[in-house]
């Protein structure tokens, strides 16, 4: 079956050592899909504000324990807006991440690695809510710079911090540290990965768990249980092959998936299952995270529902499942009753067919009950049909606990329609270039000079390529229309992320938006990864609360790689008068340029 999974988009081409925008592209694939739909202006005169959660009341009588999790301390809770209100518990919580380029068998198959303190996954990051983090990242590679974003961390007033390369920060130079500090005003579980380029998916990447309550009670934290897609050859060596059409199909299978960091090799001859332990009679709490690079699948455990409790770092009203579709980056806290028969049983990790090529095989982990007579599953105890094929989120039974609306007196401009291309361009010397693209420009940072420097020296010529959003006014509505057009690569999800902000899931269907469809404005799913359906529309709104440069992009590697990402700016007098951007951000823009002048490798794909 003909795939594509494009990669990356050199809409510049290097030459003598700057990059300079190639004159000649060719533009040979891309609609701009909703003028093509007649347009039929929707209004309504349904007022609704944000506030919507002063009826609910925080318990401060009520301290978190296994049947009061939806308790806190000091007035805080599960009803608690974390939008608006926050602790701030004045405990600064440290850790060290350095990274090395080493050789690691997670499945027992070696290959290079660049791990995290020596270890892949990298150490799990452990907060309390209202707890600052403060976090000293040292890059000891010697030919790859690196940034670390803390996927989903609100970063509220904190841009300097997000940790995305060529926007907020220059990348870190081999051989230099720099330390990351914000407070974590939201709770649950997430991760942190390298922005620089595809660097994540050969091996940058950790959990994060910030304790606070949950909508539903459990006795015992399992912790993460981050699920990724795994490539024995490096993706820094894959992503060129993609980028130029040496790979036409898209990337080569996976060649396997690691669950919590490991699992046997697809042959059976190396490696271990991830084991975890159960005691009948107890509830958990799993936190499943996505962390792949390129594939879809669906999640369950034989003879087992799940109770899911969060979407990315939201609660919601708990819901009952036994299969999850999980996109990359999104994250399910899930509760598991351990009250079924004393036994061994599969977790599977089932790829979806149809949602894109190429894919890598099932996946298994091993959960055993204390006292189980063998800790193989045998395979009676299997109960779970397999899911039906799905790639889309569970939009419908996502319902935030706390409920805020979105006001829907406003009639979706065509202005703010973002389509998602896909186009194959030459370059000047008459290579073939694959690229995505949103809003017809394949994102391209510039690495030395980011998004805030420009804010800092008031310099608005922001070059095209910096696909640069400007939303200047203050606790505005901002909605987006994101919707894939129809191209030459076939129709595949793709998993849209945001930073600095949870938004609000007012549509996801397929075909095309058109403005008679219905929207959700009634307590909407939030989170900050959410599907954009197979050749179809996503439509989201956030509030300019949060002034800062933040990307919006496609998650999938090898689609960032090749340009399918925007930046939105918020408030740039503000980022500029108020934030406490320094000496030490500065000083690591003049590192990092004297290092870059004389690098072996230079960016050659978006850089993010
Ligand atoms: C809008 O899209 C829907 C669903 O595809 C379609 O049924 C309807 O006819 C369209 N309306 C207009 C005005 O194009
Ligand atoms: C990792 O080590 C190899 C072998 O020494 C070297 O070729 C490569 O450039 C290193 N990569 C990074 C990112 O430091
Ligand atoms: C990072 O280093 C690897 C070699 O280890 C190289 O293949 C890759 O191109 C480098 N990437 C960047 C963006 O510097
Ligand atoms: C099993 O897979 C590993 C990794 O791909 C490979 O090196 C090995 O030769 C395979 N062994 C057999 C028996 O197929
Ligand atoms: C995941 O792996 C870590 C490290 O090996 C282990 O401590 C943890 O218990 C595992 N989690 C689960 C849910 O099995
Ligand atoms: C991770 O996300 C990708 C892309 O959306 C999806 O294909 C895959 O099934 C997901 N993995 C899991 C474990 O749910
Ligand atoms: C899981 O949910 C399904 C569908 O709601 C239900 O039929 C089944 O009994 C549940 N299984 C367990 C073990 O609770
Ligand atoms: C049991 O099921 C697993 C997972 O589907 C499969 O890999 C294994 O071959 C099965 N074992 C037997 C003995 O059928
Ligand atoms: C929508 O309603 C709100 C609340 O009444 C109001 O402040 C806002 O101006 C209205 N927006 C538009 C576009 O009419
Ligand atoms: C920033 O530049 C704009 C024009 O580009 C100018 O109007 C404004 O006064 C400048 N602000 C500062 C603080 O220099
Ligand atoms: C603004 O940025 C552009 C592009 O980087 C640069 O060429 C120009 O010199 C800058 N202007 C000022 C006043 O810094
Ligand atoms: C989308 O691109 C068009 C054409 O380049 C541009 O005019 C428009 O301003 C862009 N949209 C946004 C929201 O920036
Ligand atoms: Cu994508």
Not at 89 to 104: D, F, Q, R, S, W
Not at 305 to 333: H, S
Not at 377 to 399: E, Q
Not at 468 to 485: D, E, H
């Amino acid at each position: 079956m003909f795939i594509f999974l494009p990669i990356v988009l050199l809409l510049l081409q290097q030459v003598s050592g700057a990059f300079i925008r190639t004159a000649e592209l060719v533009r040979i694939d891309n609609n701009h899909a909703r003028r093509q739909a007649s347009t039929t202006t929707k209004t309504t005169t349904t007022t609704t504000t944000r506030s919507a959660t002063t009826t609910l009341k925080a318990d401060s009588q009520c301290t978190n324990g296994p049947v009061t999790r939806q308790c806190w301390e000091n007035g805080f809770s599960i009803a608690t807006n974390y939008d608006s209100t926050w602790p701030n518990t004045g405990n600064t919580v440290k850790y060290t991440l350095e990274i090395t380029n080493t050789t690691l068998a997670p499945d027992g198959v070696p290959r290079t690695v660049y791990a995290i303190n020596g270890q892949y996954p990298g150490p799990t990051i452990v907060a309390n809510w209202g707890d600052t983090l403060q976090i000293t990242v040292k890059n000891s590679l010697t030919t790859n710079g690196t940034s670390m974003h803390w996927h989903g961390v609100r970063q509220w007033h904190s841009n300097e911090m997000d940790g995305t390369n060529g926007i907020t920060e220059c990348p870190l130079a081999p051989g230099h540290s720099r330390t990351y500090t914000f407070l974590c005003t939201q709770f649950g579980t997430t991760w942190y990965h390298s922005h620089y380029s595809s660097q994540y998916s050969d091996g940058v990447v950790g959990s994060i768990i910030i304790n606070g309550p949950a909508t539903s009670n459990y006795d015992i934290d399992l912790g993460t249980f981050p699920m990724t897609d795994w490539f024995y050859t490096p993706v820094f060596t894959l992503d060129p092959l993609l980028q130029s059409g040496a790979l036409p199909l898209g990337p080569p299978p996976a060649n396997n998936i690691l669950i919590n960091g490991t699992n046997v090799n697809l042959n059976g001859t190396a490696g271990k299952y991830s084991r975890t332990i159960l005691t009948k009679g107890k509830k958990y709490r799993l936190r499943l995270i996505n962390t792949s690079t390129n594939d879809n699948f669906q999640v369950g455990l034989d003879g087992h529902n799940f109770t899911v409790i969060t979407a990315d770092f939201v609660p919601i009203v708990p819901f009952t499942t036994q299969w999850l579709y999980i996109g990359i980056g999104q994250r399910y806290d899930v509760i598991i009753n351990a009250n079924e028969p004393i036994d061994s049983y599969w977790f599977h990790v089932v790829p979806q067919a149809g949602c894109s090529n190429n894919q890598v095989s099932n996946a298994l982990a091993i959960f055993s009950y204390v006292g189980a007579s063998s800790s193989t599953p045998s395979n009676s105890t299997r109960s779970n049909a397999p899911p039906a094929p799905d790639c889309s989120d569970p939009n419908k039974n996502l319902v935030p606990y706390v409920k805020l609306n979105v006001p829907s007196n406003y009639t979706i401009p065509q202005s703010s329609d973002l389509d998602v291309g896909f186009a194959i361009v030459q370059n000047t010397a008459q290579q073939t270039l694959f690229q995505w693209n949103l809003n017809f420009t394949s994102i391209q940072v510039p690495w030395g000079k980011p998004t805030l420097q420009y804010v800092l020296d008031n310099n608005s010529s922001y070059p095209p390529a910096m696909n640069l959003i400007s939303l200047p006014n203050a606790n505005a509505w901002s909605y987006w229309v994101i919707q894939a057009v129809a191209t030459i690569a076939p129709p595949q999800p793709h998993p849209i992320h945001l930073h600095g902000h949870d938004f609000y899931v007012l549509g996801a269907d397929s075909g095309i938006y058109n403005d008679s469809q219905t929207l959700n404005y009634v307590n909407p799913p939030r989170r900050d990864v959410a599907m954009l359906p197979a050749g179809g529309y996503l439509v989201i709104a956030f509030i300019t609360d949060n002034p800062g440069a933040w990307l919006m992009h496609c998650h999938i590697a090898f689609h960032i790689g090749l340009g399918l990402g925007a930046q939105f700016l918020e408030e740039p007098d503000y980022i500029r008068s108020t934030l406490p951007i320094g000496q030490d951000w500065q000083q690591e823009c003049t590192d990092w340029n004297k290092y870059y002048a004389t690098a072996l490798y230079k960016e050659s794909d978006s850089g993010l």
